[in-house]
């Protein structure tokens, strides 16, 4: 049974769809990718832990519209408190986003995470949509 906030989100243009088991985001660890059409083109999401709490984002650098992660799935630095561009060297700060150092052009675009009964679900929105097969 939705709580209510996903049936507030499920009655809008919004919907609340499942990601992926809260165990399979270790902090500082692996992403969980996904697929979504960002602005009507095929993108990738990830979605990541770090101080115990979930994060997802665009898989784009700021800098110029290229993937960034350095192994598939691995985005976090080697001090492990940084997601970092692999082709440019930006940094981003994991709790938001935000370039913190490199060549960059504002932030990561965020993806809305909720986590209840072990599932870590993502919300859709208007420019980040789950691509239907």
Same mark, same amino acid.
């Given at each position: 049974?939705p709580?209510?906030l996903? =049936?507030r989100?499920?009655?809008?243009?919004?919907?609340?769809l499942? !990601?992926c088991?809260? %165990?399979?985001?270790?902090?500082?660890?692996?992403?969980?990718?996904?697929?979504?059409m960002?602005?009507?083109?095929?993108s990738?999401?990830?979605?990541?832990r770090f101080e115990?709490?979930?994060?997802a984002?665009?898989n784009?650098c700021?800098?110029v519209p290229m993937e960034?992660?350095? =192994?598939p799935?691995?985005?976090?630095?080697?001090?492990?408190?940084? !997601?970092?561009?692999? %082709?440019h060297?930006?940094?981003?700060?994991p709790?938001?986003g935000?370039?913190r150092?490199g060549?960059c052009?504002g932030g990561?675009?965020k993806?809305a995470l909720t986590?209840?009964?072990?599932?870590?679900?993502?919300?859709?929105?208007?420019?980040l949509?789950?691509?239907?097969?």
């Open positions: 049974m709580d209510r996903t =049936q989100i499920m009655t809008s243009t919004e919907r609340v499942p !990601l088991n809260s %165990t399979d985001l270790v902090d500082g660890g692996e992403a969980v990718p996904f697929d979504v960002y602005c009507g083109r095929a990738r999401g990830f979605a990541i115990g709490k979930t994060y984002y665009l784009q700021a800098h960034m992660d350095y =192994q799935n691995r985005f976090f630095d080697s001090t492990g408190q940084w !997601l970092m561009c692999a %082709t060297g930006a940094i981003y700060r709790q938001t935000e370039c150092g060549p052009r990561l675009i993806i986590e209840r009964n072990g599932v870590v679900h993502w919300h859709t929105a208007s420019n949509q789950p691509i239907e097969f």
